[in-house]
């Protein structure tokens, strides 16, 4: 499989760059296509070097044939794009990276499959450290990390693979399967890509795909639309809940995993209880792969977090700084809202995706100032306007930092967590959360 094809990639990123690498050593014709010319050149003379055509700037409408065996299509392009739509229309398979690099993993991996409307990058990682800490051979990839295609060289037998997988890579999965798969929770965003939320909790299924009683499935026991679209997959469910009673549940500040404690939260650096529901996730995922609780029990106590994910910065003249830039929608800012008891000065701002502001409503009781950028800073001014908070409106992030460092007392937290897509100012939220950072502790830009 995949040699000897015809083959067009659709957008060139990481996964794109990654994909035509292993293709093009598979004596297949391979096209990039990319329409933004803001690529790494280095990369595309690579690409060029082994024979891929590249091709920047446009999407010429005669490049694309009834010939060509696949289109392999980056996550973030949606399924009306013409070119999917021709494929469509010619019966050529549209497919996206991890779906063919599947196909090309060695026998008996054993592989982690976490999506989820939030928490995933964290579930994930932590995870992948909880394997590696108890001396397994395993991969980090997906939405996080390098993409699949970049480690076909060094997966074995028997490797552990753990992958973040959004619904933007759900959409175009076939045959992909995992042995354990994790639904954190669900919540209506991403509707800007998915359309409707009925649709868009139908993607996440997939996640399960293919199981039988034999897989794993890691499933929120506290939210309904996740118990709802699980009820008839045949693998063997697993539910956790910092709310309520479940295979895997908080009580008295102590995770219990079938009525046995398990660790106690006051001992973990992780705060919260999203991150508390996380980490039933690792412990679910441990004790189905055989690994001891002791070890299970040191990865969770010493496990850091994420970058841009809540994530301390630094303390400035007694204000304390955090860079939550992964927030990219509403419901990943109130979880956000709700690990912090002080005063808030709160960063909002990015992308328009046609979110509803009033979602934050109930979570700001601890804000003190929001202070806006970005495409959406008027839609969050008129929502401030409504619920009486203090709104500063700026152009930047530069200049929002500057305001709210000018305007924090000591005691306070300063809170970019912006419930926007990045895309509008920013090539991705790590280059946003970066400058945040780098604002900061004032490094040169």
Not at 56 to 76: A, C, E, M
């Amino acid at each position: 499989m995949f040699e000897n094809k015809k083959i067009f990639i659709l957008g060139m990123a990481r996964s794109g760059y990654e994909a035509a690498k292993v293709l093009a050593k598979r004596n297949n014709i391979v096209i990039v296509n990319d329409f933004s010319t803001n690529q790494d050149m280095d990369k595309v003379h690579e690409l060029e070097n082994m024979g891929v055509k590249v091709i920047l700037g446009s999407h010429p409408d005669d490049i694309l044939t009834n010939d060509f065996d696949y289109l392999i299509k980056n996550p973030g392009i949606k399924n009306d794009h013409k070119y999917v739509l021709f494929c469509y229309k010619n019966n050529i398979p549209v497919i996206n990276e991890i779906e063919m690099a599947y196909h090309l993993l060695p026998k008996n991996v054993k592989i982690i499959g976490i999506t989820g409307s939030n928490g995933k990058t964290t579930t994930t990682t932590l995870i992948y450290e909880m394997l590696k800490d108890a001396g397994k051979k395993v991969h980090l990839t997906g939405n996080v990390g390098l993409p699949l295609s970049g480690f076909l060289n060094k997966i074995q037998e028997n490797d552990y693979i753990v992958i973040e997988i959004a619904g933007h890579h759900l959409v175009n999965f076939q045959d992909f399967k995992t042995d354990i798969s994790i639904l954190t929770n669900l919540y209506p965003v991403h509707l800007d890509f998915h359309g409707t939320y009925d649709n868009y909790k139908n993607i996440k299924k997939k996640i399960f795909n293919h199981h039988t009683n034999k897989d794993i499935a890691i499933i929120n026991g506290a939210n309904n639309d996740c118990i709802e679209i699980t009820k008839d997959i045949k693998s063997t469910k697993y539910f956790f809940s910092a709310t309520r009673k479940c295979d895997a549940y908080l009580k008295n500040n102590i995770i219990y995993y079938q009525d046995k404690p398990i660790i106690d939260t006051t001992k973990t650096i992780l705060k919260g209880n999203h991150n508390y529901e996380n980490m039933m996730c690792a412990i679910i995922t441990g004790i189905n792969l055989n690994i001891s609780i002791t070890s299970i029990k040191k990865t969770l106590e010493n496990f850091k977090g994420v970058e841009h994910r809540i994530e301390y910065v630094n303390t400035i003249n007694g204000v304390k700084y955090y860079n939550d830039s992964k927030s990219t929608n509403n419901m990943a800012t109130t979880i956000a809202l709700s690990a912090f008891h002080e005063p808030i000065n709160l960063i909002l701002g990015g992308l328009d995706r046609g979110q509803d502001f009033l979602e934050l409503k109930d979570y700001m009781q601890n804000v003190k100032n929001v202070l806006c950028y970005g495409e959406t800073k008027d839609k969050i001014k008129n929502f401030c306007d409504k619920i009486n908070i203090s709104c500063l409106v700026f152009n930047n992030l530069k200049e929002t930092v500057e305001k709210a460092k000018q305007i924090s007392l000591s005691g306070d937290i300063v809170l970019l967590s912006p419930a926007c897509a990045s895309w509008d100012q920013y090539k991705c939220f790590e280059d946003r959360g970066l400058e945040f950072k780098n604002l900061v502790n004032n490094n040169k830009q």
